[in-house]
């Protein structure tokens, strides 16, 4: 299992993707390559629509990687709008300082660096749209907090819900049991949270989005 969708439903889904533009591709590329998670290219053009339709004017992503989503985002964010991301690593924070200048975005992304938990509680304003994609266990304290520091009416995006397919099944290889464990508490928490209207939705590797009431 590393996908959740059959074979042939992956394939035709495919089959109407337009090329993307060169940095993209270098930036896929290049994570396949080094084995550097980044999102599902499936799961960043719904991201995208969302960022289109709700027009956000502050955008937190929690795990930058090597900025791929974080460069989507950006593109595609309005007037002066802006995407601020957090990354723990110090080798992937030196690789997406390389590719968000390369994209021309940095006047609207900022890279914080270091631990999210330790990084949040400073920041101050609220944002619109939060995208939670860091180590799995840490979702559900990360989620607390960002729950503070979420508009009313704002949206949560959380990555990797449905885990490889691992999350709905039986059987689970064992180098995925303690990950899968994490996601399945995480799932029951982000389903009940009060205050927050949510809905896993079966893109990429699944994709959880909540809007605060
Ligand atoms: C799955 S990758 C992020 C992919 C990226 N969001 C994208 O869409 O391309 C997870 C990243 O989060 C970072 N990370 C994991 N846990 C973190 C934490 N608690 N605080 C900050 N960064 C974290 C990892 O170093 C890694 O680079």
Same mark, same amino acid.
């Given at each position: ?12 889904? !495919? ?36 960022? $289109?339709? $709700? ?15 974080? @460069? ?5 964010? +309005? ?28 006047? +609207? ?16 304003? +609220?944002?619109?749209? @939060? ?14 907090? !960002? ?8 949206? @949560? ?34 389903? $009940? ?5 949510? !809905? @896993? ?13």
């Amino acid at each position: 299992m590393s996908g959740i969708l059959i074979l042939a439903q992956e394939e035709y889904i !495919s089959s109407f993707r337009k090329e993307p533009d060169e940095l993209i591709k270098e930036m896929e590329e290049y994570a396949k390559e080094h084995n550097i998670p980044i999102l599902y290219w499936q799961s960043a053009e719904f991201i995208e629509h969302l960022v $289109k339709i $709700k027009d956000p004017k502050r955008v937190l992503e929690l795990g930058t990687a090597i900025g791929y989503t974080t @460069i989507r985002i950006a593109r595609v964010l +309005k007037g002066k709008s802006v995407i601020h991301t957090v990354e723990k690593s110090q080798d992937n924070i030196a690789l997406a300082k390389q590719f968000i200048s390369k994209s021309g975005m940095e006047n +609207k992304i900022k890279l914080l660096e270091g631990e999210a938990v330790n990084v949040m509680p400073q920041l101050k304003k +609220k944002y619109d749209l @939060i995208f939670l994609d860091t180590d799995k266990e840490d979702y559900r304290r990360l989620l607390d907090y !960002s729950l503070v520091l979420l508009k009313r009416g704002g949206m @949560i995006v959380v990555d990797n819900l449905l885990w490889h397919g691992y999350a709905a099944s039986s059987s689970v290889p064992e180098k995925y049991k303690e990950s899968t464990q994490h996601i399945r508490k995480f799932n029951k928490i982000f389903m $009940k949270q009060p205050n927050l209207k949510s !809905s @896993i939705i079966p893109v990429g590797d699944g994709l959880g989005i909540g809007i605060k009431e």
